[in-house]
């Protein structure tokens, strides 16, 4: 399994923006597809953004399009959210994700397809 740690959550006021980090061990990174996902008090955890191993192919939640980017370091083992616009909707726990079976232009939206995660980071944001 890829190791994974979270940082760069806070708290932050509606309309700012945060980048959150995940940093992965092993040296597999460049063929694992990752993913970030988040769980609010009280609710599921669900799919946020989602990156192919190589970063040729993104996806996105409806309720983050247009306001995250996701992005990856190959070199750094290390992958990104770029959160903008935040709201305050968006306050949940934040948690990386890695699958290190995927096909090139692979990725995925399921948790089930994952079999690393993070501990998780939180952002919080006040209107």
């Known amino acids: 399994q890829v190791q994974l740690v979270e940082s760069g959550g806070g708290l932050v006021q509606a309309g700012g923006s945060l980048r959150l980090s995940c940093a992965a061990s092993?040296?597999?990174?460049?063929?694992?597809?990752m993913g970030w996902f988040r769980q609010a008090p009280g609710k599921e955890r669900v799919f946020v953004a989602a990156i192919s191993r190589g970063g040729g192919r993104t996806n996105y939640a409806d309720t983050v399009k247009g306001r995250f980017t996701i992005s990856r370091d190959n070199a750094k083992n290390t992958v990104y959210l770029q959160m903008n616009s935040l709201k305050p909707e968006d306050t949940a726990e934040y948690y990386c994700?890695?699958?290190?079976?995927?096909?090139?232009?692979?990725?995925?939206?399921?948790?089930?397809?994952?079999?690393?995660w993070g501990q998780g980071t939180q952002v919080a944001v006040s209107s």
């Open positions: 994700a890695a699958n290190p079976a995927a096909g090139v232009y692979i990725v995925y939206s399921n948790a089930a397809s994952y079999d690393s």
């Open positions: 092993g040296r597999t990174f460049s063929s694992t597809a």
